[in-house]
């Protein structure tokens, strides 16, 4: 499967911002998809993540509560709404998909299999 992120820019602290992830030649619905970022000098580190059906949700404290992971199986996408936007939620960001990810590993980078090329997340005023 292909990933595609859109979506990122620049954008005030306590601003919003919505990012997509379109997939294209697989079994979308087949796969977990997480989003994970990247600031400079930094790991890359988990953000959100949804199971197939979408029923299951998963968060990193820095982001809960601010941050909503959905998916559209129908359209091949995932989406992630990020409000209350602060100048550490700046990075790239990246959608990711993997098949067969154990509930205790959503958070791992390595068991995602399928990247998107990322899009850059800034906030600053």
């Known amino acids: 499967v292909q990933l595609q992120a859109s979506g990122g820019g620049l954008v005030q602290p306590g601003g919003s911002l919505r990012l997509s992830c379109a997939a294209s030649?697989?079994?979308?619905?087949?796969?977990?998809v997480g989003w994970f970022r990247q600031a400079p000098g930094k790991e890359r580190e988990f953000v959100a993540a949804?199971?197939?059906?979408?029923?299951?949700?998963y968060y990193a404290e820095s982001v809960k509560g601010r941050f909503t992971i959905s998916r559209d199986n129908a359209k091949n996408a995932v989406s992630l709404q990020m409000d209350s936007l602060k100048v550490e939620d700046t990075a790239v960001y990246y959608c990711?998909?993997?098949?067969?990810?154990?509930?205790?590993?959503?958070?791992?980078?390595?068991?995602?299999?399928?990247w998107g090329q990322g899009t850059q997340v800034t906030v600053s005023s």
């Open positions: 990711a998909a993997g098949a067969g990810i154990i509930l205790s590993s959503v958070r791992i980078p390595n068991q995602y299999n399928h």
């Open positions: 030649g697989g079994t979308f619905s087949s796969y977990s």
């Open positions: 949804i199971r197939r059906s979408g029923g299951h949700t």
